[in-house]
């Protein structure tokens, strides 16, 4: 982008959607968004690539409409990595110091994270990032945050490491090149979408985001500011939407349209006698609004039950003392807060707008709709000094990597003990 022009651009890439915010950054916490769009995915399949063709036309499609409403053009962009694909395992590097006077500096850092990363990573995956989870010096029990120029004999370095298949990677960037814009960097949608919509209280004293796109469910837990714990669903609104043609023998697009329009998963609020007219394959029908809350109803009840039975299964539900916010446009179906606080039993409430990003009084409510959220939360760690993004764990590694790491907490790490 030229001089004269907002200095930070995000694209959303989404199963069914291309998401575009064109920032001018005033302050960290002060971004104005003057170019927005949205372009319709038709390339990508449960957070994968499956046209890339058609990846690249949803990103042009999307940057072109933004463009001309900042009246700007964009050549580099913050970009989410979609979590259908990314694993995430623990590791661990242990060095010893050998500055005369114990002080740890850069290169012992350095040096753990060389040693985790080559006892985890594969040849056909790309590491993305490693977050360090904590260093313990000298076996004390407690890890620190930040051991340089701390003292001690041997230091043991503590990692997430995020893989995604190098096949992924080279898609992502084909896509990207594909449309001419280039990549400032990728992150995580999942951690996008918490920098957006989670407050900086929730995330200390306990929260859990569910971001149910179209055709992936991600969970991300944060305690005392750290994230604990994520996890990714191969389940979202698209296949609500499936269910529905299904059951009434209707089109996908009719389903979508009466799902958006009647849709509910809260039958004390719908009348008995309340009755739609829909268009079926073999013709005109009337079902009664109870009939599509009932189908709805057994979809997110599958996807909760898988929600909360991992949750309960790391320990991590007794951990939510702010409960948990829903994000993502599957989330906002009438009835979703009821319906969660009773399929999680905790409390629950919708993701609040981002105060940190806004735009003028015409677009402001545009701007606040969970199709941009993830966009939105881009912008904001655009301008963070956060580490990078988490993605869910392997499920078949998941229990022993939480333990065998949570040996060394105490105070927080006693809170998160039963997660490593």
Avoid at 372 to 387: C, D, H, R, V, W
Wanted: hydrophobic fraction near 40%; charge should be negative; include cysteine.
């Amino acid at each position: 982008m030229s001089e004269a022009v907002p200095s930070v651009v995000a694209i959303d890439i989404g199963t069914h959607k291309v998401s575009v915010l064109i920032g001018k950054v005033h302050a960290p916490d002060k971004i104005q968004v003057i170019g927005m769009a949205t372009a319709r995915n038709r390339g990508m399949n449960k957070g994968k690539i499956v046209s890339l063709d058609k990846v690249i036309t949803a990103i042009k499609n999307a940057v072109q409409e933004a463009e001309d409403m900042a009246e700007c053009r964009v050549h580099s962009a913050w970009v989410s990595i979609p979590s259908a694909e990314l694993k995430s395992c623990y590791a661990f590097g242990s060095t010893a110091i050998t500055s005369a006077d114990k002080t740890i500096t850069t290169s012992e850092v350095v040096r753990a994270l060389e040693l985790a990363k080559a006892s985890q990573v594969t040849p056909d995956h790309y590491l993305v990032s490693a977050v360090p989870l904590g260093f313990d010096l000298d076996e004390a029990g407690e890890w620190v945050q930040n051991p340089i120029r701390m003292s001690a004999t041997n230091m043991t370095g503590h990692y997430q490491l995020m893989q995604l298949p190098i096949s992924t990677m080279q898609n992502l960037d084909r896509a990207m090149k594909g449309a001419n814009i280039g990549v400032e960097k990728m992150v995580i949608s999942t951690l996008a979408t918490s920098e957006a919509c989670l407050l900086k209280d929730e995330k200390e004293y306990g929260v859990c985001l569910i971001d149910i796109g179209a055709g992936t469910t991600n969970i991300a837990m944060y305690i005392e500011g750290r994230l604990a714990l994520t996890h990714t669903l191969q389940r979202g609104g698209e296949h609500v939407t499936r269910d529905i043609a299904a059951v009434l023998q209707t089109t996908t697009e009719e389903a979508e349209r009466i799902k958006l329009r009647y849709g509910c998963v809260d039958q004390k609020v719908v009348k008995p006698d309340h009755m739609i007219q829909i268009q079926g394959i073999d013709g005109p029908q009337t079902i009664s609004r109870i009939e599509l809350t009932d189908i709805i109803i057994a979809r997110y009840e599958e996807i909760f039950g898988q929600i909360r039975e991992q949750l309960e299964e790391t320990g991590a539900l007794q951990g939510l003392y702010h409960g948990v916010v829903l994000a993502g446009d599957a989330c906002q179906i009438e009835g979703m807060v009821t319906f969660v606080r009773r399929m999680l039993g905790v409390s629950a409430h919708l993701a609040n707008p981002p105060t940190a990003v806004y735009s003028d009084e015409e677009h402001q409510a545009a701007l606040h709709r969970s199709q941009y959220a993830t966009a939105a939360g881009l912008l904001i760690f655009s301008q963070s000094e956060l580490p990078e993004a988490i993605a869910e764990e392997e499920e078949t590694n998941q229990v022993s990597i939480w333990k065998r790491a949570g040996r060394a907490w105490s105070g927080l790490n006693d809170k998160l003990k039963s997660f490593f």
